[in-house]
């Protein structure tokens, strides 16, 4: 049988009371799951567990599931048994223990193989929730952005399970908090419409239009200056004025110092000016090892960013070396195997399946893979705390180098201080002096001038050159968007019309009571409402609404049986099928056809679904799952 991924499956089920009593353990298979009985035996106790267990925020717990303390599950996500626990609480968000294994190994073992990971992901310690775990063993693509946060297996879940608490006309389950893009988030990555690249793009696209727009303000700023002050717009005459100006600045500062050596020094008081310049250079000194200690820090962190940058790059490889390593498992793992190898001699049949069809010998339960599901999380781990790290030294070496040039700016502050103190020996100055001391200032503006007219002169070029890259990438981005929006928009398109197909298959079938049914042609789904129509109406008898609900549940769970591109992991858990006074015959009718195509269908899933009228066609049937239960016989046994 085919097998698309992701792929959900629940294996077991064990609940404990505190004492440490087995009040439920049943397995689970392939295929249609019925649990069974009266009405009140706790039949919808169970549904609730399953959808705990998973990862389902639930804290309306009944008596009787209250007395019981911890509930396990051994789940098959993509080919590797994993067996996963939470603990009974009328609190929510509660963590989950996760066991990279089978369930008799995870009970074996009391603490070794288990990792605890909290309901959130946790921002200062960067340790991510069960929800992260989760959607990276079942291959879902990191989510980005604002909804990051809020997408969680409890919010995957209600899409996955149709409860009895929910409102009629609520597509997804009802949810106390609550968002239109929540719950789109959810059906597009359900739907296999959600591409994290996309968004990616996006986000890209509005930085470098934002960052385009911006640079295009400062060039045209600083052109339009240049224009209305008619100044030199040449780089080479500007750098060949500044060298003409340097060139008299040190003519006149030769000449000055002449006129000074020649000059009578007068009186000054010789300590007061030997305790400054003392003063200055002590205070130079300390500025300059300041300055350099600050230097050494920007190397060292500028290093550290690279090393870092190399190591989380090998783990992001390793991680791609491991899903490659896992993903040849899971492709070569099961290819039969006819004849030997070596003499290509015809093999004989193995009796048991999970024998090696080569050495004959036992094949182990998980083929070697739980191992690479560790390894994938605790390289998951290391990627996540190095980014953080990366991260928190960037911004220490943005802020040693923003205070680099004010202490470099002080160093030379300082040291001309320390010149002019040097220099500052009163004499009589006459008229030439003081002419050539006022042309000296006029040169060293006019440079001050010059140099900044450079400086904005390759701030244009540089800009021209910023703004042509950043028009080439905003123009591959919008290319990339198109390409990437028109496959979303295919895709939706297939998965929706698959759907109604499905819809319309379950809705034909009933037995007549809603004649819309039989007549219906169109099925639209409203995520950011959270409903369903059928032409465009809802408005029906209760029955009739539940009957409709429950028909595009299963068709979108159908529907990702058809297509390998649908993220749902084809598995659907429902306690809802004769919910609102259906009446017996109806429920049942529903039932047979749901078996019907389950069986038609050559792609791996599983169905479990809750019912207090079975229909006779599936009662006592390989389908059902435990005993029939009632009042004197209920589901969990905690007496």
């Not at 009371?17 to 689970?28: I, L, V």
């Not at 030199?232 to 600045?249: D, G, K, V, W």
């Not at 040039?405 to 220099?423: D, H, I």
Request: hydrophobic fraction near 35%; proline fraction near 2%.
């Amino acid at each position: 049988m085919i097998q698309y991924n992701p792929f959900l499956k629940l294996n077991r089920l064990s609940i404990f009371t505190h004492d440490g009593k087995s009040a439920y353990d049943e397995n689970f298979h392939d295929g249609v799951n019925i649990i069974r009985g009266h009405n009140s035996s706790g039949k919808s106790t169970i549904g609730n567990f399953i959808f705990y267990v998973l990862g389902g925020d639930f804290k309306k717990w009944t008596k009787a599931s209250l007395a019981c303390n911890d509930v396990y599950a051994e789940i098959l996500v993509n080919t590797e048994p994993i067996t996963i626990k939470r603990t009974v609480s009328t609190s929510g968000n509660q963590p989950m223990s996760i066991f990279w294994g089978t369930y008799e190994e995870a009970i074996k073992s009391a603490s070794e193989g288990w990792q605890i990971f909290p309901y959130r992901r946790s921002e200062k310690s960067n340790k991510k929730s069960f929800s992260n775990a989760l959607f990276l063993s079942l291959g879902f693509p990191e989510l980005r952005g604002d909804v990051d946060s809020n997408i969680t297996m409890h919010q995957i879940l209600r899409l996955l399970y149709v409860d009895q608490k929910s409102l009629t006309l609520d597509l997804l389950m009802t949810d106390t908090f609550d968002s239109a893009i929540t719950r789109k988030t959810i059906a597009d990555l359900l739907f296999g419409v959600y591409d994290d690249s996309l968004y990616s793009d996006k986000i890209a696209l509005r930085e470098s239009e934002k960052d385009f727009d911006v640079k295009k303000k400062q060039f045209e700023g600083i052109e339009q200056i240049f224009k209305s002050s008619d100044t030199e717009t040449n780089p080479q005459i500007i750098n060949a004025l500044i060298e003409e100006n340097y060139s008299q600045l040190n003519s006149i500062d030769s000449y000055l110092k002449k006129i000074y050596n020649e000059e009578e020094k007068v009186e000054v008081d010789d300590n007061e000016k030997e305790l400054k310049i003392v003063s200055i250079k002590t205070e130079i000194l300390a500025t300059r090892q300041s300055l350099s200690v600050l230097q050494s820090n920007i190397n060292q962190y500028e290093f550290e960013l690279i090393d870092s940058a190399d190591f989380i790059k090998s783990l992001e490889k390793r991680a791609v070396a491991l899903s490659d390593s896992l993903l040849t498992r899971e492709t070569f793992v099961d290819i039969k195997m006819n004849h030997c190898p070596n003499c290509l001699s015809q093999l004989e049949p193995v009796l048991d399946e999970n024998h090696c069809e080569l050495c004959k010998q036992q094949l182990p339960e998980d083929k070697g893979s739980s191992q690479i599901k560790r390894m994938q999380q605790e390289i998951d781990n290391q990627i996540r705390e190095s980014k953080k790290l990366y991260i928190e030294k960037e911004h220490t070496l943005l802020e040693l180098k923003s205070s680099f040039p004010a202490l470099e700016q002080k160093v030379r502050g300082l040291q001309r201080e320390l010149n002019e103190a040097l220099s500052n020996v009163k004499t009589e100055r006459n008229q030439e002096l003081d002419n050539l001391l006022i042309k000296k200032g006029e040169l060293g503006s006019k440079n001050d001038y010059l140099i900044k007219q450079l400086k904005a002169l390759e701030q244009i070029e540089v800009l021209k050159k910023e703004l042509n890259s950043l028009r080439i990438k905003i123009s591959a981005l919008k290319a990339n968007i198109s390409i990437k929006e028109a496959e979303q928009f295919k895709r939706l398109k297939s998965a929706y019309q698959l759907i109604q197909d499905y819809s319309l298959r379950l809705l034909h079938s009933d037995l007549g009571r809603q004649t819309e049914f039989k007549t219906g042609k169109n099925i639209k789904l409203d995520f950011e409402k959270n409903t369903f129509t059928l032409d465009d109406e809802n408005n029906f008898s209760e029955s009739s609404n539940v009957y409709l609900k429950n028909s595009v549940r299963f068709a979108i769970f159908f529907a990702s049986l058809e297509k390998e591109f649908f993220r749902y992991p084809r598995f659907i858990l429902c306690d809802n099928i004769e919910d609102k006074g259906m009446e017996p015959v109806r429920s049942q009718s529903f039932q047979n056809e749901v078996v019907k195509i389950s069986s038609e269908i050559e792609v791996r899933h599983q169905i479990i679904i809750t019912t207090s009228m079975i229909s006779p066609e599936l009662d006592n049937s390989d389908l059902c799952v435990g005993e029939f239960y009632s009042e004197s016989n209920p589901t969990l046994k905690i007496a």
